[in-house]
């Protein structure tokens, strides 16, 4: 009997080794399957195993920072320059910019697990960059090409766009140049609310505490504020202006305007002696004050 256990016990072991994987050895070799696809060019196969391994709770720890990274190296064959002509075919049934955004989010997962200086992580950023790249380049494209087209194919080339620049700057938050091109974008497409939006994320964003935001962002800003016709927006608009520009002709006469619109005659002459005072060639001014001064009269 105890000969026969021993036997029994041999056997299994010998399964557990050459013929029947555990889990968590199924789950290796779904990298490792991942890997030898991707290497033959067979990505529809990589995708699937390396989907297959991120998505199972049976994966090692130690073995998932490979996993998400490999997962972002493929999706990112389908878009990279150099192989997208290769392998632009397995994204066919993918939503426009699903490999980006997929590559993004799996490069961002294996930093999270492996931390900065792992063997994945430290390539990481790097790897985001590239994105960055494509991401922002995409939406330049889209933005062209909404300008040659009409109606709705115009607004979806426009959506197409915003969204390729809200992806840009996902991949690197400290950015400004993605957020600003994707307001101008939603300016295009006459998404007021949209582009507002992204223009005060833009003066929010850290570089611009310790210097002035483009002049052109207040200006867009204003702009939109007297599309909406909303004058108490254009007045909060032109102090942050002001504040930032305090000698922009363009800004103080349209503090001045404000002033007289609302009926603020005193107000008005203190806002007019600093814009002649920016501005002393400028001889509607005179003129202007000559008015106000008889108003008081």
């Known amino acids: 009997m105890k000969k026969s256990f021993l036997t029994l016990a041999a056997t299994v072991a010998l399964l557990g080794t050459a013929g029947v994987a555990t889990p968590v050895l199924a789950q290796s070799s779904a990298i490792t399957n991942a890997l030898l696809s991707q290497k033959a060019g067979q990505l529809d196969k990589a995708l699937e195993s390396i989907n297959q391994a991120v998505a199972s709770d049976k994966t090692k720890d130690k073995d998932k920072p490979k996993a998400w990274f490999t997962r972002g190296e493929i999706y990112y064959q389908l878009v990279d320059p150099s192989t997208q002509a290769l392998f632009g075919k397995y994204a066919k049934g993918m939503q426009p910019g699903e490999p980006l955004q997929k590559a993004a989010e799996s490069y961002k997962k294996a930093l999270e697990l492996d931390g900065p200086t792992g063997e994945y992580g430290k390539q990481v950023p790097g790897r985001l960059q590239n994105l960055y790249g494509l991401a922002f380049n995409a939406g330049v494209q889209n933005y062209n090409a909404a300008s040659k087209l009409e109606g709705a194919e115009k607004a979806a080339e426009y959506d197409k766009a915003i969204a390729s620049y809200k992806l840009a700057s996902e991949?690197?938050?400290?950015?400004?140049?993605?957020?600003?091109?994707?307001?101008?974008?939603?300016?295009?497409?006459?998404?007021?609310?949209?582009?507002?939006?992204?223009?005060?994320?833009?003066?929010?964003?850290?570089?611009?505490?310790?210097k002035p935001a483009p002049v052109g962002v207040y200006t867009q800003l204003l702009q939109i504020a007297r599309q909406e016709k909303n004058d108490a927006e254009a007045q909060k608009v032109v102090q942050q202006a002001l504040a930032a520009y305090p000698n922009n002709k363009t800004f103080l006469i349209e503090d001045l305007n404000l002033s007289m619109s609302g009926g603020n005659s005193a107000g008005a002459l203190d806002k007019i002696n600093k814009t002649i005072a920016a501005d002393p060639g400028n001889a509607n001014l005179y003129a202007v004050r000559a008015g106000i001064y008889d108003a008081q009269k």
């Open 171 to 210: 991949m690197n938050p400290q950015d400004t140049t993605a957020v600003l091109y994707g307001a101008y974008a939603q300016s295009a497409k006459q998404d007021f609310a949209g582009a507002k939006v992204s223009y005060n994320k833009l003066l929010a964003m850290d570089v611009y505490k310790t």
